[in-house]
């Protein structure tokens, strides 16, 4: 696991701090093959260079972003921005659903849209 996610975990407080180490464990032990990093100021993991899942802390949730989450089809998800994502925000840790998470975990490894290759493609995203 990398020090520096580690270490966005190590600065948040309260309620944020209990949400983001579940995420970290479960992701983690989820995606055991993933690389992970501190992206754009927030967790991130990565399978083949693709992003796929991440969490950070909004003013007033923590918020957890499947790249591709809309093609997941599952109703714990909404849809985020102009591209495939879809989020779920927690306010306590009690609210993260251990079960759906790791489902859809599951479906970020193999539902994935090509991030990695968007700037090539000008904008244009191709399901992998």
């Known amino acids: 696991m990398s020090t520096d996610v580690q270490t966005y975990n190590e600065s948040q407080t309260g309620d944020s701090k209990a949400i983001c180490d579940v995420l970290l464990r ?3 032990s989820e995606l055991p093959e993933a690389e992970n990093k501190v992206w754009h100021a927030h967790p991130v993991w990565f399978l083949d260079g693709n ?10 949730c923590v918020r957890l972003l499947f790249w591709s989450g809309q093609s997941f089809d599952e109703p714990g998800l909404k849809a985020e921005g102009g591209f495939k994502a879809a989020e779920a ?23 994935q849209w090509d991030y990695k290759n968007i700037v090539k493609r000008q904008g244009q995203l191709e399901r992998i």
């Not at 992003?51 to 007033?60: A, E, M, N, S, T």
């Not at 599951?106 to 539902?111: E, L």
């Open 26 to 28: 479960i992701i983690s």
């Open 89 to 111: 925000r927690y306010t306590s840790e009690d609210q993260i659903d251990v079960a759906s998470l790791k489902r859809w975990l599951g479906k970020s490894k193999t539902i």
């Open 51 to 60: 992003p796929i899942v991440g969490y950070d802390k909004l003013k007033d």
